[in-house]
């Protein structure tokens, strides 16, 4: 399976959540790319966007290998790889300062993207994470344990491409997986997107933007 972009990745994502439609979602996006596939599921099942401001800690050297992530919260929750950090003998003063450089990153992302909002209100919701793919799951996990410190009724991860080893190895994390592909040559996210281009802060924001203005239409509309 080969999206066309981010948005047809989550227009396809979209249809196998429709039946969460009723039931008051909230859907949070892994930024910056789970949010272009989030603004299309949020729109198509008319629920609030907001977004999960999650940072990978790669490996040193290997920038794009993740051995952890950090995630933003009233307690900032970081996830290791421990396997892996043996492995590469990854020293604890690196990922201390590794972490630090993240936390820096997220509040960073949190004041461009927030812009004083507080964080949606999950309590007794049901909560869908989505992001454009999944490699190695570690900035998933992360982002799943945050989630569900927020108390949602639901735990629901959505994505559109993934490894089927990683998938296997979060289904402890959520309380139902959906993806759409899990190829078992899996390489790399990018491989399954025609487009895979970076979003930039003005793009997240101009998408959050928007799927606000859609929402205060749906509330207008009920009233």
Do not use: W
């Amino acid at each position: 399976m080969i999206f066309s972009d981010r948005h047809d990745a989550g227009r396809r994502l979209a249809e196998a959540l429709l039946r969460f439609r009723d039931r008051g979602p909230v859907v949070l996006a892994l930024a910056r790319g789970g949010v272009a596939v989030g603004f299309e599921v949020a729109r198509a099942i008319g629920a609030a966007l907001d977004v999960v401001l999650v940072r990978k800690i790669g490996a040193p050297f290997q920038p794009e290998l993740a051995i952890g992530a950090v995630v933003d919260g009233k307690d900032p929750e970081v996830v290791t790889n421990e396997d892996l950090v043996r492995v590469l003998q990854v020293p604890r003063e690196y990922l201390r300062h590794a972490t630090d450089q993240a936390l820096a990153e997220i509040e960073r992302r949190r004041t461009v993207f927030a812009r004083g909002r507080p964080p949606a209100d999950l309590t007794g919701k049901t909560a869908i994470v989505v992001d454009d793919g999944i490699a190695t799951g570690a900035t998933t996990r992360a982002a799943l344990r945050s989630v569900r410190r927020r108390q949602p009724v639901r735990l629901v991860l959505a994505v559109p491409v993934a490894s089927p080893d990683t998938i296997m190895s979060l289904k402890a994390d959520a309380d139902e997986i959906i993806c759409l592909a899990e190829p078992e040559d899996f390489v790399a996210i990018g491989a399954y997107y025609y487009d895979f281009h970076q979003l930039t802060d003005d793009d997240v924001v101009d998408l959050l933007d928007r799927a606000r203005e859609g929402s205060d239409t749906i509330r207008a509309d009920a009233r």
